[in-house]
């Protein structure tokens, strides 16, 4: 599985899934989440509100209505405490990995990313970018069957040169 960054809107990307940083109603909000529900249109939420919500770090799918992309699948990430980092590590890389093993499963080649959790719930950047970059790799490595590329789409420059400088680290260390 390639795993490719850039930066960019995700609800424009061309690809069979994006990934929704959402909250744990499923019924919209600020940030991604509100752009994404903006672009695919009402029946989004419509859908959503039949989910049932969805616990921190676990991940729902639905389709991606007026979105370029197939799907969307829904994962709230950890609102950031630097008293429980450990805990939010984890979570994190459970919304990274459970999405990835969704979208295999509902038979997706191409997956886009938004930088989960950096937003309005506060991650650092630089830790959730290795997370992030670490949990795809390990999911390419280990569990890819239908996945061929995953791509970061970060909107801002910030945010793109904290993953640029994540994946430099990686990629230092798998040489
Ligand atoms: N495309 C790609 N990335 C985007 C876009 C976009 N169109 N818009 C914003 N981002 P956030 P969180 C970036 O706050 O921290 C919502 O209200 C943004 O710049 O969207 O997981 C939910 O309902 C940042 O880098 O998500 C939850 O309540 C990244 O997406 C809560 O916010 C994540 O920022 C989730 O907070």
């Known amino acids: 599985m390639k795993i490719l960054l850039e930066m960019g809107d995700i609800t424009r990307k061309h690809v069979d899934v994006i990934v929704n940083a959402a909250n744990k109603t499923l019924l919209g909000g600020g940030g991604v989440d509100g752009a994404i529900h903006r672009a695919a249109g009402p029946a989004l939420l419509a859908c959503c509100s039949a989910l049932g919500g969805c616990e921190t770090g676990e991940a729902k799918l639905t389709p991606g209505f007026n979105l370029p992309a197939s799907y969307v ?11 429980q980092h450990a805990q ?17 499963q509902a038979k997706c080649r191409t997956i886009a990313f938004p930088s989960i959790s950096t937003g309005a719930y506060h991650f650092p950047v630089v830790d959730a970018a290795r997370i992030a970059l670490r949990t795809l790799v390990r999911f390419g490595k280990e569990r890819a069957i239908n996945l061929q590329a995953a791509t970061m789409v970060l909107f801002d420059p910030e ?4 993953y640029q400088f994540a994946m430099k680290e990686l990629w230092d260390e798998l040489k």
């Open 159 to 162: 945010t793109y040169r904290a």
């Open 88 to 104: 939010s590590v984890k979570l994190l890389e459970n919304c990274y990995w459970n999405s990835l093993s969704l979208a295999d």
């Open 73 to 83: 699948i829904h994962t709230p990430g950890p609102v950031y405490s630097a008293a």
